[in-house]
């Protein structure tokens, strides 16, 4: 299946291409940059790099795979349009999953070790002393509470008190190590900088459901609304 996946959510811009059969095995193509702003200018401009590396067209793809959110507003906004765009100019069928899951792939490789049976919280700054969170029982694909947006205050009932990880930027925020530091979820440090990479929402994108209706998850209204009255 050749799979084009791209994460427009957070603060890293993120393409992907795969190929899991390949003739010479499987293909990977991706490209990462840093981008606060500027999604919309950059999105397109990376899809057609990776593609043009990896030597294939766009209707080459099988299934194109985003991230649903939450994130910023203008970042989901995004990869929503560009997702609704190659559907409606192709055909291709779309996937799609949270950035928390995506997150999450990478928390469950790198503790595979240490992890146990416990889950894993994945706890994103939300500003405006808000988190978003997502909890995963097995695997990135196996959601046990959310996505929410919460208080450092609800952390733990949302965990529903049980032993968990829980990694991501959240744990930057001296509110949450504050509140953690007294509950039985572990705090992973070393994976406070996690964001969504699109190489894991490729790799699980063969497992996903296609979707009917490409809906954004935004969780948190927009800052930015009509005017009450019609200009004059």
């Known amino acids: 299946m050749r799979i084009l996946a791209f994460d427009a959510t957070l603060g890293t811009l993120s393409v992907a291409y795969c190929d899991q059969g390949a003739p010479e095995g499987s293909q990977l193509v991706e490209d990462t940059t840093v981008a606060a702003a500027s999604h919309a200018e950059r999105l397109m401009p990376m899809i057609q790099g990776v593609l043009a590396k990896a030597s294939v067209a766009f209707a080459d793809i099988d ?116 509140t953690l530091a007294k509950s039985p979820i572990v705090m992973c440090k070393k994976l406070e900088a996690l964001e969504p990479r699109a190489a894991d929402l490729a790799a699980l994108a063969p497992r996903l459901t296609p979707l009917d209706v490409i809906s954004p998850i935004y969780i948190r209204p927009p800052d930015a609304k009509p005017p009450s009255k019609p200009p004059l």
């Open 63 to 178: 299934r194109v795979a985003i991230s649903l959110g939450p994130g910023t507003f203008t970042g989901v906004r995004t990869g929503i349009a560009a997702a609704r765009a190659f559907r409606l100019a192709a055909g291709t069928e779309v996937v799609g999953l949270t950035s928390l899951a995506v997150i999450a792939a990478q928390a469950f490789d790198s503790l595979a070790q240490e992890r146990g049976h416990r889950p894993i919280l994945v706890v994103i700054d939300a500003r405006r002393d808000r988190l978003y969170c997502q909890l995963f029982g097995d695997s990135p694909l196996n959601s046990l509470a959310g996505p929410a947006e919460l208080s450092p205050d609800d952390l733990v009932a949302f965990c529903g008190n049980r032993p968990c990880l829980a990694v991501g930027s959240g744990l930057l925020r001296e509110d949450v190590m504050r």
